[in-house]
């Protein structure tokens, strides 16, 4: 599931979501398996997966809580799933994810159970998973089936392509991605990228805007092994492409332009070496604290004399612990700069710590980035 671009949301929400996995999300979860099962050991699976659960982080809180389920539950497995899906609650309200909140996590240890114990009985568990996809996502729980027999999961995953339910339509994208965010690694996605793009083609025009923002972060992931064959699908996929198609292929493509690759430039017509000056540039401290924010400005003045179609992103060259620094590029804004015009645009810096990266004090240098060229803008010293 994909939680969030910004790094530093993605490490709130994981933060927030370890504190979600407590012991009153316990009890919720032993109240719903007693109501489709009477006889269910509410008493001792509570006391079990609660003990020791506030020390974990979040993927241990939810482990903790599968492995208490698998003891408590019927040893029979097709049993076990059974009361499990009896106790599910209702699907998805709405075909999207955002402003869901917290509340579909709850079925994270769900979909933990049925990866970890239900491999030997393959079809039932991916039934499950279509069950609980509905509810939750299935995304990390289809990736042991993937690397098990991916032939049998891919037919399987090539029905649910057509499925009516969009939450359906997303999981065989999302669980076939390359690089899925908290998920592990399947080597065979990796070794058969045709394979997994055969999948996506019905997907690519899917009228729920989820199942086409999952389909750009695919082929974002594919980018990184894989550009050039992504830049021949989505030069394919933007032939007679709709408006949402190409807001797609834009999507997919911006790892490759922040990396100021050309092929992916040009495609998005943004290819050609911008003629313009950079002045005015104002930064709000030329000297910083670790936690805090710099916020920057700058001025874009054409040269050209005709219009230009400008991608313009920034990079922070971030102190690393040896002392070396390492760039890391955000995207800003895409704009059409007219022939002798100005435009100003500004950004911000956040130096925040975060479980994803972690900042040291020394010089840090900003540069941007127009359509892929490089223009030094300013520098800021950063202190513990």
Request: some cysteine; hydrophobic content about 40%; proline content about 5%.
């Amino acid at each position: 599931m994909e939680l969030s671009s910004p790094l530093n949301v993605r490490d709130t929400m994981a933060e927030q979501l370890k504190h979600f996995f407590s012991p009153a999300l316990v009890r919720r979860l032993a109240s719903d398996l007693e109501r489709a099962e009477p006889s269910f050991p509410t008493s001792k699976f509570v006391r079990q997966a609660t003990r020791g659960l506030e020390e974990l982080e979040l993927m241990d809180r939810a482990r903790h809580i599968c492995r208490a389920l698998r003891d408590h539950l019927p040893e029979d497995y097709p049993t076990a799933l059974a009361i499990l899906l009896r106790s599910l609650g209702p699907e998805h309200g709405q075909d999207e994810l955002l402003g869901g909140g917290m509340g579909p996590f709850f079925y994270l240890p769900h979909t933990m159970f049925v990866a970890e114990y239900g491999l030997e009985h393959f079809d039932l568990s991916l039934e499950a998973q279509h069950e609980l996809t509905r509810r939750f996502t299935a995304e990390f729980s289809i990736r042991p089936y993937i690397e098990e027999d991916p032939e049998r999961t891919l037919r399987k995953l090539k029905i649910w392509a057509k499925d009516k339910n969009p939450h359906v339509r997303r999981l065989v994208s999302e669980g076939t991605r390359l690089r899925l965010p908290w998920g592990a690694r399947v080597r065979w996605l990796t070794e058969n990228p045709e394979r997994v793009l055969a999948l996506l083609e019905p997907l690519k025009s899917d009228p729920a805007s989820l199942v086409r923002r999952s389909v750009a972060n695919h082929l974002n992931d594919l980018s990184k092994d894989y550009p050039e064959l992504t830049l021949q699908t989505c030069e394919r996929w933007l032939q007679g492409a709709s408006v949402e198609t190409q807001a797609l292929v834009r999507h997919a493509l911006r790892s490759l332009v922040k990396k100021g690759h050309r092929g992916a430039l040009e495609l998005l017509g943004v290819g050609a070496r911008p003629k313009l000056e950079v002045r005015a540039v104002e930064l709000s401290a030329k000297t910083a604290r670790i936690g805090e924010t710099v916020r920057f400005s700058f001025e874009l003045k054409s040269s050209a004399r005709q219009s230009q179609e400008l991608a313009v992103d920034y990079a922070v060259h971030f102190v690393k612990a040896s002392g070396a620094t390492s760039p890391k590029v955000f995207k800003l804004k895409r704009l059409t700069l007219a022939a002798g015009s100005s435009a100003t645009l500004s950004g911000r810096i956040a130096l925040s710590q975060m479980t994803t990266r972690k900042h040291y004090p020394g010089l840090h240098r900003v540069e941007l980035l127009v359509n892929g060229v490089t223009f030094p803008l300013a520098e800021f010293k950063l202190r513990a």
